[in-house]
């Protein structure tokens, strides 16, 4: 296991020891094994890892939609563990966007109104104007999710992820349903997301080729992680082959 | 076990709460058809098969009295039957105790076997022995209310003198199914009762031996009735014939009639509506569950089930959820009609009267159910198996949605995104959203009709009791009396005031048009009794000519200003004219007033009176009866606090049934729709208000959003239930129009905020229910999972 501390950088979020045990029936599944993570500040992290490797409940735990079995986990000083529900939310709503494999977006509100719907409850958010312009899709922003192909209903999912100005940003896959030029589109937005508001981004993936894209790939095997590289540069989204 | 049907087990025990609802809607539909319809044929049966069983007659013909040898010329009559004759007089009861003096119906009967018509059925003891001048058979109700068995002694005044007679039995008969005494409106079983005996004591001591002073007869089935009638009263009338009537106008018999004619709304109309509302929310609730499961439904496809095996799956769902409720609403319904039969029991003598389910009345209702359920789920599962298989494996695309027409005309910019999304989810959908509103409008409805009856029976039992019948005694004179008596009145214990009147039977001729009644002859200026129309006003008594009721009116075809001929049926039947001074709605009866003067001179007899109002001292009331018990011209004694309380009273059991009823089924329905309503969208939606709650909205905002439309369903569902409740109120009132009774048709605001409330209360109930639900949403499974 490696675990490289970097002085010059912020720690965003930091979890020690995570483990998480689920019940299926009466099978016992240790779906994260003693996991460390630190997410720095400004940086682009891809975790890298087949199905079932634990890093959609890593992801899931460290954006406070479940709650590990032990261990702990720190966004900036505050425990997640130990967040009431209320709590819990708060933290979703204030600190984190999310972005999924199938988009969820609100099919009854147009693009505009899907982003507005994050700011109306964000303190200090950019206009969903703003964020759909840093997605690109400033001509579109009046039409419903129907009305939009899935590579721009995936943008409206990053826009409307980005527009509360996150501390991080979590993407679950974000390419699983696009083919591929589709899917680099995204990358290219999230990544260029991530240069110009500095926010800190976990992605998910199963693809090793988009591992190039970030600052640091983290690679997981069955609950834990096996293998942390930190890219000397990133590689530019274009370049990436799958 | 199929795999296929442990599917089936298991998604109904999941869904348990929907099944249970839909089981329950229908249920209620089914129970309502049971219960009554299953009354109201019972009760007509019960009716046919008492009136055959007892010979009951075609026309009565009551007179002063004649020699029983002229029967033999009313047998000759072309059109009769068999007739039959009898002696019949009122008489003061000596029951030993203060309260209201009580009356007595003497009837008699055949010295030897039965009465040819018009026979009683003996409920306790036996039949009057031949040759026991002394025995009685009372009827039932009145032995039941003053604790009378076969064996006791009661006393009577008959002619002013005092008599025990021996109680051998209680008997029934359709003639006082509904025993009225003189002077009321409604049945007073602890002061009116009914006494059979012997010709043989009633003939001599009403000095009617080989007379008779009450005749009737059967008609034979081609017989043309108004001329039969027309036939007795000429044979009669030398020897006071007092006006022979149909069938029709037996009170008895018209009572029991009209209460079959309401119990008609009740027992046809109101339960074809609900099974047509049942039916309806079935089709509704059946299509949209069946709706969601349409991943499942393609993926069963793909796996190789046909479209046929596919679609009797899902229909299962809507077969168990009838079955289940059409179990529990026969099983209700026959225990409810018991229940309900049990309220007639009480109200009619009805021997043969019990609750019994034909099997072509529960297999109709079954068969609507069914067909409601089944027509939902087939096109619910006709969209489905239509669906490619490959469907199913994609990413559901997102429903397609536009800016509706609130929106275009500006009224968006008012809502926030929560009220956008609200509003766009109903407009995307109008016709089912229409429908969910119809369906608690309709629950809406069916609470007005139901507070509805209280208003209108609560403003006809004011009317009546508080505005018209303000005496605290009315006083029936065994025969008329000269108007003087008033001041020998004026001089009993606690009297404070007297007014008098004087009714005459008359028959009422317009045309070829008429209508026999009582004219009721009132002091100009009288303040006990007076003259109020449906508004409540009073209308002054004129110094000459008739003010009638409007349905009177309506029946001779006459308006003010009209002049009748009018026929008296009593004394000299002076045949003279009259015109129609004054029309009145009113509710109760077919009445016909005039000054008492101008009936006198009407009638050309001295200034007599049939009996008067009194008001009285409370304190003294007491004395005043004992005292009233001893005065023999005094026959009848009828106080309207009494009267009050036992129209309540019989009220009261009625309408608590009814209302139960309604107020159950109103919330099963709105249960039904909003419950499933809330819990389908839940399902449709569950990604959607996951991903929000995922964005950080809180448990109460997302529920807001969801339960947000069930509000806007329920609150345009209010007016629109009103405005249906207002319509059937009215539909109810105008089908209820009877000779003996209307119904005002009056819908109080409470009425209008009383049903709303319960609906309100219904809905956030299954709000509560559903956002539990919501609260125990795994939020990443809802999100993995993709549909």
Known sequence: MVNQMLPDKEVILSARKLCKVYLMGEVTVNALKNVDLDLYKGDLTVLLGASGSGKSTLLNIIGGLDVASSGSVFYLDQDLSKLTDRELTNYRRLNVGFVFQFYNLISSLTARENVALVTDISIDPMTPEEALELVGLQGRMDHFPSQLSGGEQQRVAIARAIAKRPKILLCDEPTGALDVKTGKLVLSVLDQVNRQTETTTAIITHNVAIGGMGDVVIRMSSGEVVERIENETRTNVEEIEW | ?787
């Open chain 2, 1 to 787: 076990m199929l795999a296929i049907n442990k599917k089936l087990v298991r998604e109904l025990w999941h869904l348990k709460g929907q099944v249970a609802s839909i089981a329950l809607v229908v249920a209620s539909g089914i129970m309502s058809v049971v219960t009554m319809r299953g009354s109201y044929d019972s009760l007509v049966s019960a009716q046919q098969q008492y009136y055959s069983e007892s010979r009951f007659a075609d026309v009565w013909a009551p007179l002063v009295r004649a020699p029983l040898a002229l029967v033999s010329k009313l047998e000759a009559i072309p059109g009769v039957d068999a007739v039959d004759t009898r002696v019949t007089f009122l008489a003061t009861l000596d029951l030993d105790d203060s309260g209201i003096p009580a009356q007595g119906r003497f009837v008699s009967l055949p010295e030897i076997g039965h009465p040819k018509l018009n026979d009683i059925v003996v409920r306790e003891g036996r039949y009057i022995a031949v040759g026991a001048p002394d025995e009685v058979i009372i009827s039932e109700n009145f032995a039941l209310a003053r604790n009378f068995v076969p064996g006791d002694r009661i006393k009577v005044i008959i002619n002013g003198r005092s008599r025990e007679l021996d109680i051998v039995g209680t008997a029934i008969s359709p003639e006082h199914s509904y025993a009225v005494p003189p002077g009321s409106l409604y049945p007073e079983d602890d002061r009116y009762g009914i006494l059979w005996a012997s010709r043989e004591i009633l003939g001599p001591a009403f000095d009617m031996d080989g007379a008779f002073n009450e005749a009737f007869v059967t008609l034979t089935p081609d017989a043309n009735p108004a001329a039969v009638i027309d036939a007795i009263d000429t044979i009669l009338d030398p020897y006071g014939g007092l006006g022979a009537y149909p069938r029709e106008d037996q009170v008895s018999h018209l009572i029991l009639q009209s209460e079959l004619d309401s119990n008609r709304v009740t027992g046809a109309i109101i339960p074809l509506i609900f099974l047509g509302v049942a039916v309806f929310l079935l089709y509704l609730v059946l299509g949209r569950l069946i709706s969601t499961q349409r991943g499942e439904i393609a993926i069963m496809k793909a796996f190789g089930y046909s479209d046929r095996e596919v679609g009797a799956h899902f229909l299962m769902f809507a077969v168990v959820a009838v079955l289940l409720g059409g179990v529990i609403g026969t099983i209700g319904g026959l225990f409810l009609g018991d229940a309900y039969i049990g309220v007639y029991d009480q109200y009619f003598d009805l021997p043969g009267l019990e609750y019994q389910l034909t099997p072509s009345l529960l297999f109709f209702a079954f068969s609507a159910c069914v067909l409601g359920a089944i027509g939902g789920a087939v096109a619910a599962v006709r969209r489905a198996v239509l669906l490619p298989p490959a469907e199913a494996m994609r990413p559901e695309m997102p429903a397609t949605f536009k800016p509706g027409p609130m929106e275009q005309i500006g009224l968006g910019y008012l809502l926030g995104a929560t009220g956008r999304m609200i509003l766009r989810n109903l407009e995307r959908k109008p016709v089912q959203s229409f429908f969910s509103s119809l369906g608690v409008a309709l629950s809406v409805a069916i609470l007005t009709i139901g507070f509805f009856m209280f208003d209108s029976i609560n403003y006809m039992v004011d009317l009546q009791f508080r505005q018209i019948q303000r005496e605290d005694v009315t006083l029936t004179f065994r025969e008329i009396l000269p108007d003087r008596v008033r001041y020998d009145l004026n001089h009993l214990q606690g009297v404070n005031r007297v007014e008098t009147y004087r009714v005459l039977p008359a028959r009422l001729r317009f045309g070829h048009l008429e209508k026999e009644v009582v004219i009721q002859g009132m002091e100009p200026f009288g303040r006990l009794r007076r003259i109020v129309n449906s508004k409540g006003y009073e209308i002054p008594v004129p110094s000459s000519g008739l003010v009638i009721s409007s349905l009177l009116a309506q029946r001779l075809k006459v308006t003010s200003g009209d002049e009748v001929i009018v026929e008296i049926l009593e004394g000299k039947r002076n045949k003279t004219q009259a015109v129609i001074t004054g029309v009145i709605e009113d509710f109760l009866g077919l009445s016909a007033y005039m000054s008492i003067d101008a009936l006198w001179s009407l009638s050309g007899e001295p200034n007599v009176v049939s009996g008067a109002y009194l008001a009285i001292d409370g304190q003294r009331v007491d004395d005043l009866y004992a005292e009233l018990k001893e005065v023999p011209a005094v026959t009848g004694v009828a106080s309207p606090a009494t009267m009050l309380e036992s129209f309540e009273e019989q009220l009261a059991r009625g309408i608590l049934i009814g209302a139960g009823f309604l107020l159950g089924f109103a919330c099963v329905i709105a249960v039904g729709v909003i419950y499933n309503a809330a819990r389908i969208s839940l399902s449709e939606r569950g990604r959607e208000l996951a991903s929000l709650r995922v964005m950080g909205f809180q448990r109460r905002e997302v529920a807001i959003l969801l339960l947000g439309e069930q509000a806007v369903i329920t609150l345009f569902a209010i007016p629109l239930g009103w405005l249906i409740g207002y319509g059937l109120c009215y539909v109810i009132t105008a089908s209820l129009q009877t000779d003996i009774y209307r119904i005002p048709f009056i819908v109080e605001p409470r009425t209008y905020i009383l049903s709303a409330m319960l609906i309100v209360i219904a809905a956030v109930a299954s709000g509560l229910v559903v956002r539990r639900r919501l609260d125990g949403f795994a939020l990443v499974e809802v999100l993995k999972t993709r549909e």
